[in-house]
């Protein structure tokens, strides 16, 4: 397993997206310490590990929420390090998070064409969208993409919950994006749902490619082609799915005795 990580971390013409040597401080603490991955065009790619592993905090970086102390990144081929998020959404890098951020009060069908809508050339216009409008055929494109063009016309809030990370997937969708980061798309769901997610995931345009962070084990290695394992702010091991699932390390650390 230990040679695993230079097949997927070097350096390679067209990736997608590189981290260099990245770390993020707060204060005196270390959330990531010297994190590289390169992840290819088109490439699904799982990054696991326990609470406090540095996860979330390394999607941050990558969107800019919160930039690295150190270390660069590049988005297909183009330094983005000191991006605004605002100018990394427009170059094709996309977002889900834990905590939906959802108009509850809209329908289905007015969240997804207000994504649209905001990342299109025309979001200041004041005209409204007639019925050949072609951001309202992408956006019923996107609702059928994530299964739920039988409750397009109803409000958020009476969504369940599996429904509305669904909506999030649509809406990380909106004004085709190169790549998108998925972070616990599985949190909360049913086993219902949870095989939904896997079916629109695995559904997506073979394009575009995503990191998607999850707890759910089981969840992650069927929808991604390669697994970075983080401990402690640092990339711990990186293989395929197969093998981060039988490596003893990671059962020892991540999966515990009860796993398999």
Do not use: W
Request: hydrophobic letters at 40%.
């Amino acid at each position: 397993m230990d040679n695993a990580a230079p097949r997927f971390s070097a350096v390679g013409a067209g990736a997608a997206l590189e981290l260099r040597g990245v770390t993020r401080l707060f204060g005196a603490l270390a959330a990531l310490t010297d994190v590289t991955i390169t992840v290819r065009p088109g490439e699904r790619r799982a990054v696991l590990g326990s609470n406090g592993a540095g996860k979330t905090t390394l999607f941050n970086c990558v969107t800019g929420d919160f930039p690295p102390s150190s270390g660069t990144i590049r988005f297909f081929g183009e330094d983005i390090t000191d991006f605004p998020p605002y100018e990394r959404i427009r170059r094709g890098l996309r977002r889900t998070y834990q905590i939906s951020a959802l108009f509850p009060g809209l329908t289905v069908r007015d969240n997804v064409y207000l994504a649209c809508r905001g990342v299109s050339r025309g979001r200041f216009s004041p005209l409204r969208p007639g019925a050949n409008d072609a951001l309202m055929h992408a956006t019923e494109a996107l609702i059928q993409a994530v299964h739920l063009t039988s409750v397009r016309e109803q409000r958020v809030a009476e969504l369940a919950h599996g429904q509305q990370r669904q909506l999030e997937i649509a809406l990380a969708l909106a004004g085709a994006p190169r790549f998108i980061l998925f972070d616990e798309p599985a949190a909360g769901l049913s086993p219902t749902e949870r095989r939904e997610l896997i079916d629109i995931l695995t559904s997506l345009p073979a394009h575009i490619g995503y990191i998607i962070i999850e707890h759910d084990m089981d969840v992650a290695l069927r929808v991604v082609e390669s697994v970075t394992m983080m401990h402690n702010g640092r990339v711990f091991k990186e293989g395929l799915p197969h093998e981060i699932e039988a490596d003893p390390e990671v059962q020892e650390l991540y999966l515990g005795a009860g796993h398999e």
